[in-house]
């Protein structure tokens, strides 16, 4: 297949690494929970999909800094274990990692899947304080389709969200295109979805410190989803800048957010920075 006819949504046929990366973070997520103390399968609703696992910093003590990731996989597949080792870099920052589970297309609806992000983020205001959390000093991290659930717990500019910063990366902020993509036949996103959850049709609380990075070695479509969604929310008012990962792909980028001294993971310490007010707008 040329590349112009592949599929530009379509991971892996744009990552040859894909199958290594999937096995080495899972890999190493199993080590992360392994070594790092933690809570798992947290319930936040009544669903067995809709748990979270929470990740504490080395000398636990109160009001900790509180970072909600939530994980990719176009809505459809990967859960929350998969992703563990993201709560190295978090925890090494000196926050709490939650790490959020929720229910997987198309067994399920977007409306769904939403619903559940932000139940889960109730969650956390209602109940990370007796796990030595502070709710006010709250940040939000995502990938891919994580990045646009992100987005959905401060999409309301009518009230202030809470959320000090956010980090979205590679993330998906018009959904409309994926309705002629291979997730046509793997998740068939409708019209009414594309209209109520795409974040491009969004208006954002304005005081959210936001970051929207993408490998530089993505597909064009996710280069010109973030560049076209930072200039929205510049222009909504928002503290927003672009970050290219340098020579990084849709996964690599993920796979190093857990990894010190590279450039996500650096992106990522400095998002959660922002929930103590260690960082000015950008």
């Not at 000090?164 to 994926?178: E, Q, R, T, V």
């Not at 959210?208 to 993408?214: I, N, R």
């Not at 672009?242 to 996500?264: C, E, K, P, W, Y």
């Amino acid at each position: 297949m040329s590349e112009m006819a592949k599929d530009p949504f379509r991971t892996r046929d744009h990552v040859p690494e894909f199958d290594d990366i999937v096995d080495e973070i899972r890999r190493r997520s199993a080590e992360t929970r392994a070594k790092i103390p933690m809570v798992a399968d947290v319930a936040y609703g009544a669903d067995r999909s809709e748990t979270l696992d929470l990740f504490f910093p080395e000398g636990r003590r109160d009001r900790l800094p509180v970072h909600i990731f939530i994980h990719g996989g176009y809505w459809r597949m990967f859960s929350k274990s998969d992703y563990s080792y993201v709560a190295e870099t978090v925890t090494k920052a000196g926050a709490i990692a939650v790490l959020l589970g929720y229910a997987l297309m198309p067994a399920v609806r977007m409306a769904t899947i939403v619903d559940q992000v932000r139940r889960a983020r109730r969650w956390v205001d209602e109940h990370i304080a007796s796990h030595g959390g502070d709710p006010g000093k709250l940040t939000v991290s995502g990938h891919s389709a994580g990045a646009h659930l992100a987005t959905m717990l401060f999409d309301d500019d009518s009230r202030p969200s809470g959320i000090k910063g956010a980090l979205l990366l590679g993330g998906i902020y018009d959904l409309k295109p994926l309705q002629t993509s291979f997730l046509a036949n793997e998740i068939a996103i409708t019209d009414e979805e594309v209209r109520r959850y795409s974040p491009i049709n969004h208006r954002f609380d304005p005081s959210v410190l936001v970051e929207v990075a993408v490998g530089a070695d993505e597909t064009l479509p996710f280069h010109r989803g973030a560049a076209t969604f930072t200039d929205s929310l510049k222009q909504q008012g928002l503290s927003a800048s672009q970050t290219n990962i340098v020579a990084a792909n849709h996964m690599s980028s993920i796979r190093d957010i857990g990894l010190a001294g590279t450039q996500t993971a650096a992106l990522l310490t400095k998002t959660v920075g922002r929930g103590r007010g260690l960082d000015q707008p950008l």
